[in-house]
C-alpha cells in the first residue's frame, strides 16, 4: 500500500514539475522582452535555454539534489534584468534606436551599450540556470518510475503536466494577468514538490517567492498586458494626441485627424500625409478594408477621405480597446465602422467582401532592428501571397495602399518587389516624411492612371526590380537584406552553441566519456533535434493556415502536447514497431512537403481543419511513438532524456537555418535527422550484436 501511495506521490510530482517548466517558460518569453527590449527579436532564446536547463539537469540526476536553486535561479534572474530593463542596447545607429526601443529610457537619460549580443547571451544563461533544477527533478522521478517498469507512464504524467501548463498560461492570457500572477502561480504549483523538501529549503523558498513578486510587481509599468504586449501610454513631444507603447518602445500614436482646437500643428502635418495619398484616387473609395487599424488613424483617414464602409482588422484586443477610448476622434465609435479582432491574413482567407480600397496601416514591427529581424507578428502580412489575397478581394478598379517605416533600401526594394510581383508592375511610391511612416506605396487600377515612363524607370524602382527577391510565405523575412545567416545570426548561433556544449561536456562526466568512447546517444539527439523542428514548422504552419494570434499558438501547442500523449498512451496498450514508427514519418513529412501548407488558408474551415490536424498531427504522432519505443529500451533514463533535451536545443539552432533554405525545407531537415537516428539505431545494435 505505501509504494502505491508513493507512486501516485511521484506521479503527481512528475506531473508538477512539467506544469511548472511549460508555465515558467511561457511566462519569461512573454516577460523578459518587457525588460530586455532586444528579446522581443529573439523569443527562441528562453526556448532553447529551458532545454538546455532541461537537459543539464537530466544529467546531473543522481548528484546532489539542486532543489533550492531554482528559486534562487528565478529570482537572480529578475534582478540582472531589472538592472538591464534601464540600459539602452543598441546594434546600428544610437538615436534611432533610442527612439524607436527606447523612447522611455531616453526620456530619463539612460546609458546606452552599443552590443545587443551581452543582454541576449545574459538572458540565455540566466534563462537556461532557471531550469536546470526543474530538469534535475524531473529527471530522478522519470527514473526512479524506469527502475520499476514504468517509464512510459511517468512521461504521460511528464506530457499533462505540460499540458495543463499551457492550458493555464492561456488561461492566463485570456484573462489579461500581470506578471506577478504568473510568477504567483508558478510558485504556487512549485509547493507540490517543494512541500517536502525540509523546512530550510521551505524557507528560502518563500523568500525568493516574495522577492520574485516584488521584482515581477516594481518592474510592471504597464497600463495592461495584451496577449502580445505589455501597454502603456506616454505623451508626443508637439502632438496632442497619445503615444502607445509595446513594452516601453513607440508602437503607434493615437493623433486627433479632425481639423480643430485639439490637432496641434504637428498633428495635422501628420494628418496631412495620411490623407494625401487618397488625393491620388480618381474617386473617393466607398468601402475600405483596413488591415492593421491599431488605434484608429487609418480608419478616420477612410472616413475623412469620403469611404462609407469601413472594416477595420486588428490583431490586438486592449489595442481596439484603446482606441475605443482614448483616440482623439473616436473612429470605432462611428456607424460606418466595423471593428474585426483578428489576424490580416486569417480576415483576408475567409472573407466573402469585396473593397474598393485595401489600407496597409503601419502594422510593420515597431522598429527596423534589421540585424534581430525573425518570424513576427507581421510576417506572413508583407509577403507575395498576402498581397494576391489582397487582389483578390478587391472590386474591379479597386486598389491598394500600404503606409510603411523605411528604414533601409534593401526593404525598400524589397516591398517594390513584392508589389510588382503582385500586381505585375512596380507600385507608386510616395515619399512622406514623418514620425510614423516615410514611404506610401499605391498599386492595383485605382492608381493606374498614375503610372508613366518617368516613373517606372525611376532609377530606385529598378534597381529594386534587379536587386532583390520578395519575402514569400516560404521565406517570409522582409527585414533579413539577404537569403541566408547573417554574420549576427552565424555569431549567436556560435556564441549559444559554444555554450551549450561546454555547458553539458562540463557538467556530465559519463557524457563526456560517452563521446570520448564513442558511445554517444546519437539516436536520442537526432530525436529531439528533429522533433524540435517538427514542432517549430508546425506552429508557423498554423499560423499561416489560421492567422498568427495567440490563441492559434496555444491551440497548436496544445494540440501537439495531446498528439505526444496520445501516441504515448498507445504505446503502452499496443506498441507500434520503430520501423513502422520512422516509415510514417517518412510518408507524412514527404507528403506534407509535396502539399504545402500555402494551399490551406483558401480551403474551406471543415476541410482545412482535417487537413491541418494531417499536416500536424500525423509526424507528431509517428515521432512521439518512435520516442516512446526507443526511450523504453534505455536502461538510463534520465542519461537517455537528456541528450534527447539537448538535441532539442540543436534543433532550436538549427531552425535558424530557414533563413537560408525557407520554412518548407525544414521538414526535409527534420526527416534526414529521423533517418540519422534510424541509423544510429541499426549501428548500435549490430555492434550489441556483435559483442554479444
Known amino acids: 500500500m505505501d509504494d502505491r501511495i508513493e507512486s501516485r ?52 540526476a543522481s548528484r546532489r539534489t539542486l532543489v533550492e536553486l531554482w528559486p534562487v535561479g528565478l529570482v537572480a534572474t529578475g534582478i540582472a534584468t531589472w538592472v538591464m530593463s534601464g540600459i539602452a542596447f543598441t546594434q546600428e545607429s544610437v538615436n534611432e534606436h533610442l527612439w524607436l526601443l527606447y523612447h522611455d529610457l531616453a526620456a530619463r537619460g539612460a546609458p546606452v551599450v552599443n552590443d545587443v549580443k551581452l543582454p541576449i547571451v545574459a538572458c540565455f544563461v540566466l534563462s537556461a540556470l532557471c531550469f536546470v533544477p526543474l530538469g534535475q527533478m524531473l529527471a530522478s522521478r522519470i527514473a526512479l518510475m524506469a527502475r520499476d517498469g514504468r517509464s512510459l507512464p511517468a512521461y504521460s504524467f511528464d506530457l499533462l503536466g505540460s499540458l495543463a501548463g499551457t492550458a493555464a498560461f492561456t488561461l492566463f492570457s485570456f484573462l489579461r494577468t500581470p506578471p506577478v ?15 517536502r523538501t525540509g523546512l530550510r529549503r521551505i524557507a528560502i523558498y518563500a523568500t525568493c517567492a516574495a522577492a520574485m513578486l516584488f521584482i515581477a510587481h516594481t518592474t510592471n509599468h504597464a497600463l495592461v498586458f495584451s496577449p502580445y504586449y505589455a501597454l502603456s501610454l506616454d505623451t508626443f513631444k508637439g502632438h496632442n494626441g497619445h503615444l502607445i507603447l509595446t513594452n516601453g518602445s513607440i508602437h503607434q500614436y493615437a493623433s486627433p485627424m479632425r481639423p480643430g482646437p485639439g490637432q496641434s500643428r504637428e498633428d495635422a502635418k501628420l494628418a496631412a500625409a495620411y490623407i494625401s495619398p487618397y488625393g491620388n484616387l ?13 488605434s484608429g488613424n487609418d480608419v478616420i483617414t477612410a472616413l475623412l477621405a469620403g469611404a462609407k464602409k469601413v472594416d477595420a482588422v486588428e490583431i490586438d484586443p486592449e489595442i481596439i480597446k484603446l482606441g475605443r477610448t482614448i483616440h482623439p476622434d473616436r473612429p470605432y465609435s462611428d456607424p460606418r465602422v466595423t471593428v474585426i479582432n483578428d489576424d490580416a491574413r486569417s480576415y483576408l482567407n475567409r472573407t466573402p467582401e469585396k473593397y474598393d480600397l485595401v489600407v496597409f496601416g503601419t502594422l510593420d514591427s515597431m522598429t527596423r532592428l534589421s540585424a534581430l529581424s525573425s518570424v513576427r507578428l507581421d510576417t506572413f502580412v508583407y509577403t507575395r501571397e498576402c498581397l494576391l489575397s489582397v487582389k483578390k478581394v478587391l472590386r474591379p478598379g479597386g486598389g491598394v495602399m500600404m503606409y510603411f517605416m523605411v528604414g533601409s533600401p534593401f526593404i525598400f526594394d524589397r516591398i517594390v518587389k513584392l508589389h510588382d510581383e503582385a500586381f505585375g508592375a512596380p507600385p507608386i511610391a510616395l515619399n512622406a516624411p514623418n514620425r510614423l511612416f516615410n514611404w506610401v506605396f499605391l498599386s492595383g487600377d485605382a492608381f ?135 516509415a510514417g514519418i517518412v510518408i507524412s513529412l514527404l507528403a506534407a512537403y509535396a502539399a504545402p501548407t500555402g494551399l490551406l488558408p483558401g480551403l474551406d474551415t471543415p476541410v482545412k481543419l482535417a487537413l491541418s490536424l494531417l499536416v500536424v498531427g500525423l509526424p507528431i504522432f509517428f515521432a512521439a511513438s518512435l520516442f516512446a519505443v526507443r526511450f523504453r ?5 534520465d542519461l537517455a532524456l537528456g541528450w534527447n533535451l539537448l538535441g532539442a536545443v540543436l534543433g532550436g539552432l538549427l531552425e535558424f537555418l530557414s533563413m537560408a533554405i525557407g520554412i518548407r525545407n525544414l521538414a526535409l531537415l527534420a526527416l534526414a535527422l529521423y533517418l540519422v537516428s534510424a541509423l544510429a539505431r541499426q549501428r548500435a545494435e549490430r555492434a550489441a550484436a556483435r559483442a554479444a
Not at 500572477?181 to 512541500?195: D, E, S
Not at 480618381?282 to 491599431?294: I, S
Request: aromatic residues 10%.
Open 181 to 195: 500572477a504568473w510568477f504567483a502561480m508558478v510558485f504556487a504549483a512549485g509547493l507540490v514538490f517543494m512541500a
Open 448 to 582: 493606374s492612371h498614375l503610372r508613366t515612363t518617368d516613373q517606372t524607370v525611376w532609377e530606385p524602382i529598378r534597381r529594386a526590380l534587379k536587386s532583390t527577391d520578395a519575402s514569400t510565405d516560404d521565406w517570409p523575412f522582409l527585414y533579413l537584406r539577404t537569403r541566408g545567416i547573417s554574420n549576427f545570426y552565424a555569431t549567436m548561433i556560435f556564441i549559444l552553441g559554444a555554450i551549450s556544449a561546454a555547458s553539458v561536456l562540463g557538467v556530465s562526466k559519463e557524457l563526456r566519456d560517452s563521446v570520448r568512447e564513442g558511445r554517444a546517444d546519437i539516436e536520442m539527439l537526432c530525436l529531439g533535434a528533429a522533433f524540435l523542428l517538427l514542432e517549430t514548422k508546425s506552429v508557423t504552419e498554423m499560423n499561416l493556415a489560421w492567422g498568427a494570434t495567440w490563441l492559434t499558438n496555444a491551440v497548436v501547442f496544445a494540440a501537439i502536447l495531446t498528439m505526444l500523449l496520445a501516441s504515448t498512451l498507445l504505446m503502452q496498450w499496443k506498441p507500434i514497431p520503430a520501423g513502422a514508427s520512422v
Open 282 to 294: 480618381r474617386k473617393p473609395p466607398e468601402k475600405v478594408l483596413v488591415l492593421g487599424a491599431g
Open 9 to 60: 506521490r511521484t506521479y503527481l510530482e512528475i506531473a508538477a514539475i512539467s506544469f511548472v517548466i511549460l508555465f515558467q517558460e511561457l511566462a519569461l518569453i512573454r516577460w523578459l522582452p518587457t525588460q530586455v527590449r532586444v528579446i522581443s527579436y529573439f523569443p527562441n532564446v528562453v526556448l532553447i535555454s529551458a532545454f538546455l536547463g532541461l537537459g543539464i539537469g537530466c544529467l546531473l
Open 633 to 637: 529500451t534505455r536502461a538510463a533514463a
